[in-house]
């Protein structure tokens, strides 16, 4: 499925590369190879994998799908089979703190105009009402695509959602799944089906269809649509980046990233996760300079004191992952925020998780006219580089910018 990725092919290439030299470097130098080598190897085998186990039942793969849940769920297929195997897809997708984190990927294209509907579907998706939950999201799911597309639907034989270099718009991944659950549907079923055929359920042939397997399925699906339409919308800039960024791999090139990534194996090595206790190691509500040993905190104070003073620009600057369209952040912040009165806020929990991720759990308290608002918002403050890639803090080569987990509260 990889052959449709171009930056995997190139990556290969230059690994090849790196093996036509080796003779030439040190014992560590090839050692370091090696690694790289077997890192590639299982980024790939992880998707392959996935992709024959589970496409066939409807499972779509996609660019935001974690890695860990595809190896996990790979691993219980081959161990004890495909039951096992869709019991790991079936958790993850039930499990409303995993979902709702990623709330975030689904305000995308058309899906914006439609969240307080797909929120609705996700609530009855959680508990349990599937029989209501699935034609929710066929409906959704097809009514989106539409949109987006501006001539058909998901499910319409015409529909291409293939895109340019990323596994959701290969060729076997949302493709082939479209395929799969737009089968014609032209009799009558009685037996409970796991798979969320659109014909057979809207048009009530398949009537036994409401259970965890076909919800969850459709959750994962709507998932993939919203990575496909994002991987859609930056189709011509990412391949103009990338056209930019590409250039022939030098022998320099590749000893100078081999020292780098000596250094920064160091520094991770060195790197020890602390124990930050709320009220003690820093207070409830922080200022800036209470930030210099905790650096992650920085742009949370910094949403809170925009808010307060009503700075929209600098807002939507802050909250860039939020409002991530060019050209109308500041006007869907400002829709977002002028209406809020900023009251308080205070932090709950901050939990660093790696070195260059922490979780951090906000209450923040505000006003819409006379009536008072008090939620709990979840951000992950990640150091990124300029172009949005997870960097090292002890490079100084990025900023740490929120990314938000589950702030559902701020759309009521």
């Known amino acids: 499925m990889f052959e449709n990725l171009k930056s995997v092919r190139d990556l290969e290439k230059e690994i090849q590369n790196m093996e036509i030299i080796s003779p ?27 992709h024959l186990n589970f496409t066939e039942q409807a499972w779509c793969i996609y660019d935001w799908m974690s890695l860990p849940l595809m190896e996990n769920a790979n691993k219980a297929y081959e161990e004890n089979g495909l039951d096992a195997g869709e019991r790991v897809l079936i958790d993850f997708y039930k499990d409303p703190e995993e979902i709702k984190t990623r709330f975030f990927q689904l305000k995308v294209g058309t899906l914006t105009n439609r969240f307080d509907y797909i929120r609705s579907a996700f609530e009855d998706h959680f508990a349990g009402n599937y029989k209501v939950s699935v034609l929710e999201f066929l409906i959704h799911i097809d009514g989106v695509v539409n949109e987006f597309t501006k001539e058909h639907g998901f499910f319409a034989k015409g529909t291409d959602v293939t895109a340019w270099d990323c596994l959701v718009g290969c060729d076997e991944s949302l493709f082939k799944v479209q395929r799969i659950i737009s ?74 990233q081999i020292k780098e990534n000596s250094v920064d194996k160091e520094y991770i090595k060195s790197w020890k996760r602390r124990t930050v206790t709320v009220g003690t190691d820093v207070p409830k ?5 209470d930030c210099s040993e905790y650096p992650y905190l920085v742009p949370i104070v910094n949403m809170f004191a925009e808010w307060k003073s009503k700075n929209y620009g600098h807002l939507a600057k802050t909250l860039k992952k939020v409002f991530c369209k060019k050209g109308t952040e500041i006007i869907k912040c400002k829709k977002m925020f002028e209406r809020k009165e900023f009251v308080s806020f205070e932090l709950i929990e901050v939990e660093e998780q790696a070195c260059s991720r922490a979780k951090i759990v906000v209450l923040a308290n505000w006003k819409v006219g006379e009536k008072s608002y008090s939620e709990q918002l979840i951000f992950g403050s990640c150091y990124e580089n300029e172009k949005g890639k997870t960097a090292f803090p002890w490079r100084h080569n990025g900023e740490w910018t929120l990314e938000p987990w589950d702030i559902n509260g701020l759309y009521f």
């Open 24 to 50: 030439l470097l040190s014992t560590e130098q090839k050692k370091q190879i090696d690694e790289l080598k077997n890192e590639f190897h299982q980024l790939q085998e992880i998707p392959k994998n996935f």
């Open 285 to 289: 509500t922080p200022e800036i300079d």
């Open 183 to 256: 089968k014609k549907r032209e009799k009558t079923c009685h037996d409970e089906i796991r798979i969320p055929y659109r014909n057979g359920i809207l048009h009530g042939r398949d009537l036994n269809y409401a259970n965890e397997y076909v919800s969850c399925k459709c959750v994962s699906l709507l998932f993939a649509v919203a990575n496909w339409m994002k991987m859609k919308e930056t189709e011509s800039k990412r391949l103009e980046k990338y056209e930019e960024e590409t250039r022939p791999v030098t022998f320099s090139d590749i000893i100078n």
